[in-house]
């Protein structure tokens, strides 16, 4: 994996040039469209036209689902990379609706004040965030009295094929560390009023190669921020450590949780 630093990048600024060069990121999301259609599954809204706003749009896996289940909603539909915003544009220009709207913007730090919205929705995209549970409190004002944030993240335990190889090749892992679920309840105000489960999705690859590979074409190759870049050794030990007599498989364990505002 490569350092997002490499090029004097920030953070930020890597993940909006990574996401916004994955020009093939629909053929390459099957992981990401599986959770889109999962997490779309798992809302329920009582409003018949809901506001909604979707952080991190990708090419429209989800927004597709809201618009199609809520169509006299308005759903706004916003990702930090341009390039993606205008992908899930093309997504759903057959609706071509005046109740859709797009915007590039940080979802992590959302330029709105007040109850604005009835559904927030996040679809593998918190993972990324500097500050994932801190950003979960900040929405919690951007909803109205019965609202809903609709979540589907990474938690502890994803990659943990890679993590092994690593510590077998003798280097460092530089995974991202996911908030457990009992870290986002207790984040959230009420945490009562949260559903949280969590799901294993195994991916088979031909290789390791065919694995980092298919990270990249998504733009989620990205490694922690100031992780130095492996050199060609020690990743050709990680990929023989990492591929076995079948190829590489690999684990990603994904968070889907609903936190719900109380009713004045």
């Known amino acids: 994996m490569m350092s997002p630093n490499q090029n004097g990048l920030s953070a930020l600024s890597a993940i909006r040039e990574a996401f916004g060069q994955a020009d093939a990121y629909t053929e390459h999301a099957q992981v990401q469209r599986l959770v889109a259609e999962r997490l779309a599954g798992r809302i329920a809204l009582s409003v018949r036209a809901p506001d909604m706003l979707e952080l991190g749009c990708g ?10 289940r809520w169509p006299l909603g308005s759903l706004l539909c916003s990702d930090l990379s341009a390039p993606m915003v205008q992908r899930c544009r093309t997504t ?23 109850e604005q919205f009835d559904l927030i929705a996040a679809s593998m995209v918190m993972q990324w965030f500097a500050q994932p ?11 109205r009295p019965g609202g809903s944030i609709a979540m589907a993240t990474l938690a502890p335990g994803t990659f943990h094929e890679w993590q092994s190889a690593c510590q077998a090749a003798g280097v460092v892992h530089g995974l991202h560390r ?5 870290a986002w309840q207790a984040a959230w105000p009420s945490p009562a009023d949260c559903v949280l489960e969590e799901e294993e999705i195994t991916v088979q690859h031909a290789s390791g190669l065919d694995f980092l590979r298919g990270l990249r074409a998504i733009g989620a190759h ?10 060609a050794g020690e990743m050709r030990r990680i990929l023989r450590s990492l591929t076995g007599p079948h190829g590489v498989s690999v684990t990603y ?3 889907y949780g609903i936190f719900n505002k109380k009713i004045r």
């Open 59 to 68: 090419t429209g896996l989800l927004s597709a689902h809201l618009h199609r």
């Open 92 to 114: 759903l220009a057959p609706s071509s609706s005046e109740r859709l709207h797009f915007a590039v913007l940080d979802g992590e730090n959302p330029p709105f004040i007040g």
């Open 133 to 143: 549970c801190v950003a979960l409190r900040r929405y919690h004002a951007l909803l």
């Open 178 to 182: 996911y908030p457990s679920a009992s």
């Open 222 to 231: 990205l490694p922690v921020p100031g992780y130095r870049p492996n050199s």
């Open 253 to 255: 364990v994904v968070l």
